[in-house]
């Protein structure tokens, strides 16, 4: 049987060959770059598993956990259990539990409606996380009501500062006055429910055992998708030498970012639009170890404000607070990624140590820059979606998977790549678009 041809080895182009085995499909990834796992890459270096972009998980995504029954990857570690932000030039802590004395706390630190807004918010998106996406009515709903503008509209300013500004940058990289609260909502219900969780030695591991025995060609970017008469009818290649070579393929899986996709394929101008209004915001992310804990006195997380380069940092486990994810987000932090690995590292421990001085000595690290950077949704986006869809479907034989169609985790990638596989089996042909 002829391969479905994947382009992308992250976890969404990993998750996509491993679906298609499953259905006895054979599939082979094209990959741009020299190693699998993508924006939730692992490098094992020294003794260290330096995980360089999505490593966390929730105990109540399906189809992530179900990989984890499946390989066999039982050994876990819980991540910290609440955050500080830097609000008003102070450290505050907040609690992700939900308690009573909890909810005092959160009052007293925000002030009573912007206490209520957040709590009222989480539980709405708590109540809802299994009707929370962008093809069911309920995200239409909240899109219809929420979405004619960016989270900072909608929210006290202290929230928005705060709290939801954590959730941005987090999510999307992003401050609250470029994203939308559809997505907010969408990424809470996400991470609200279940355990929060990474896996012991590394997302690698799951890579690993997803990457067992697929087809994997390095070093090949994919510079265009060719279609014939509306039909897939192959790849054009490149080489990391440069070198152009062409393979025929009738079938072809994008598990590339959408910034990617619109450059390698012709879409109809309305689904073009679409793509356009979907922003990445890029980032870059530092793993340091110390000789020392960095982290103490209960502080395992801490989000920065507005004016700082540095967007998060936290812990990369709870019991390794020696080893620190630094991460330069947001829209200070545009300004600067283009200095070197060691501007970027000074200023972050610079801001760092504002906050809690690091009375250690770094003894390795690695500064990784996304500069596709995360995906940060568009307003009304199940509409972006649909057309996106439609203007998929007027190419027969490719589909799409990716951090932009279900949501921005390895959860949605990994539902997207699902998704995708099951439309690859539809037996009818598909639709001119209108
Ligand atoms: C700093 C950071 C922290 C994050 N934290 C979390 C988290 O804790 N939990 C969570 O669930 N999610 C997290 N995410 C999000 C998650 O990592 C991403 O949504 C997910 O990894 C995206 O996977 P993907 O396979 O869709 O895309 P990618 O990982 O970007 O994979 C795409 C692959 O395609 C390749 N490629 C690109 N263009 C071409 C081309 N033309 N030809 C061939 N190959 C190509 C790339 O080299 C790459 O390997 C985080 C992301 C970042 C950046």
Not at 6 to 13: E, H, L, V
Request: some cysteine; proline content about 4%.
């Amino acid at each position: 049987m002829e391969p479905v041809h994947i382009i992308g080895a992250g976890i969404s182009g990993l998750g996509a060959a491993h679906y298609l085995s499953r259905k006895g499909i054979p599939s082979v990834i094209h990959e741009a770059g020299h190693s699998i796992g993508g924006r939730a890459g692992c490098i094992r270096s020294g003794g260290h598993a330096f995980e360089v972009g999505g490593k966390n998980f929730s105990t109540a995504w399906p189809r992530f956990t179900a990989l984890l029954t499946e390989f066999g990857l039982n050994d876990f570690e819980p991540q910290h259990p609440g955050f500080h932000i830097v609000l008003k030039n102070r450290l505050i802590a907040l609690e992700k539990s939900k308690t009573l004395s909890g909810d005092l706390r959160l009052a007293a630190r925000l002030g009573l409606k912007s206490a209520l807004q957040f709590r009222s918010f989480l539980a709405k998106a708590r109540a809802n996380a299994d009707r929370l996406n962008y093809t069911s009515g309920l995200i239409e709903e909240i899109e219809r009501r929420w979405d004619h503008s960016t989270i900072d509209n909608h929210f006290t300013r202290t929230l928005s500062d705060g709290p939801l500004r954590l959730f941005s940058i987090i999510m999307g990289a992003a401050e609250p006055d470029e994203l939308y609260p559809s997505l907010l909502m969408l990424f809470a219900s996400g991470f609200g429910k279940g355990e929060h969780r990474a896996i012991r030695g590394g997302i690698g591991r799951l890579h690993d055992c997803l990457a067992q025995g697929k087809s994997i060609q390095f070093g090949e970017r994919v510079e265009r998708i060719v279609t014939e008469n509306g039909q897939v009818a192959g790849l054009e290649l490149v080489s990391q030498t440069g070198q152009r070579s062409r393979v025929t393929a009738t079938r072809v899986l994008s598990c590339a970012p959408l910034h990617v996709l619109k450059r390698i394929v012709c879409l109809p101008a309305y689904a073009r639009v679409a793509a356009d209004a979907v922003r990445y915001h890029p980032l870059a992310l530092i793993n340091a170890v110390y000789d020392q804990d960095v982290f103490r006195d209960n502080i395992h997380s801490i989000m920065f404000d507005a004016g700082s380069p540095l967007g998060h940092c936290s812990a990369n486990r709870l019991h390794q607070p020696y080893h620190v994810r630094f991460t330069l987000s947001g829209r200070a932090a545009r300004d600067v990624l283009d200095q070197d690995d060691d501007a970027l590292l000074d200023l972050a421990e610079a801001e760092f140590s504002r906050r809690l001085p690091i009375r250690a000595n770094r003894t390795k690290c690695l500064v990784t820059r996304h500069e596709g950077g995360i995906c940060g949704y568009a307003p009304h986006f199940s509409r972006v979606k649909r057309d996106l869809l439609r203007g998929i479907e007027t190419i027969q034989g490719l589909e799409i998977a990716g951090d932009y169609l279900e949501g921005h985790t390895m959860e949605g990638c990994l539902t997207s790549a699902d998704l995708a596989v099951q439309r690859f089996n539809l037996e009818e042909p598909k639709r001119e678009a209108a």
